[in-house]
């Protein structure tokens, strides 16, 4: 079965500052989704990747799948408080769309 | 907003009880999915649904149960409740163009306390 590592497991930054968060599969990814989640609410859907290289923006969230699609990134530019969260990266290519998920960053944000 | 909720929010059950949530999409999604969320362990998935009646198992499916009678709603069941079962359970969909890469959409969770 596949295995998402996501590293690191919590990080705490000043705000304004830039972060990156990684998320590493012990198999070739065919689609990866990075969500975050805020505390006691449900997840929301960032981007989803699926192409070797592939990188995708929304904001100030950048995310990149590399070329072997085995490891991808979220890059986090200026951070502010309003990014503070869980981030959790999910991968699929199983059947009906089953997503495995990494155990989730929580990231801190201080102004 | 994907159309999604669940119901209760939150709950208190003691061991041995039995406990259903509910899942309700206003979306006509192919696709319902059960998972919970623990500290250290992120989302598991329980169960899976690929259409009326069509379900399947996840990778933590012991002791628990589903149905769905009716695309919009997909009910997890805890037959006899453990402590261990004490958890945040998450509903998804998926599924508006039916291939699998379709994305998933959460609810808002429910909070379940097993005394």
């Known amino acids: 079965s596949q295995e998402l590592e996501q590293s690191p497991q919590s990080l705490i930054v000043q705000e304004g500052k830039n972060l990156t968060i990684n998320c590493t599969s012990s198999?070739?990814?065919?689609?990866l989704y990075w969500y975050k989640q805020k505390y006691g609410e449900g997840l929301i859907f960032l981007m989803m990747l699926q192409k070797g290289g592939e990188e995708k923006s929304h904001e100030k969230i950048t995310a990149k799948l590399d070329e072997k699609k085995q490891q991808s990134s979220l890059h986090i530019t200026a951070s502010q408080p309003s990014h503070a969260g869980i981030y959790l990266c999910?991968?699929?290519?199983?059947?009906?769309?089953?997503?495995?998920f990494g155990q989730g960053t929580i990231l801190t944000v201080h102004p | 907003d994907a159309g999604i909720t669940q119901s209760p929010r939150h709950k208190v059950t003691e061991t041995g009880t039995p406990v259903t949530l509910r899942c309700h999409q206003t979306e006509n999604h192919r696709y319902m999915y059960w998972y919970r969320q623990d500290p250290g362990h992120g989302l598991r998935l329980i169960h899976y649904?690929?259409?009326?009646?069509?379900?399947d198992k996840g990778e933590v499916s012991d002791g628990y149960s589903v149905s769905r009678s009716k695309t919009e709603d997909f009910l997890l069941t805890l037959e006899s409740a453990t402590s261990s079962q004490t958890s945040v359970y998450f509903c998804a969909i998926a599924g508006t163009s039916g291939r699998d890469t379709d994305t998933q959409y959460f609810g808002p969770g429910t909070r379940l306390t097993v005394l």
């Open positions: 999910g991968a699929g290519g199983t059947s009906y769309g089953k997503l495995t």
């Open positions: 198999k070739t990814l065919y689609g």
């Open positions: 649904s690929y259409g009326v009646k069509d379900t």
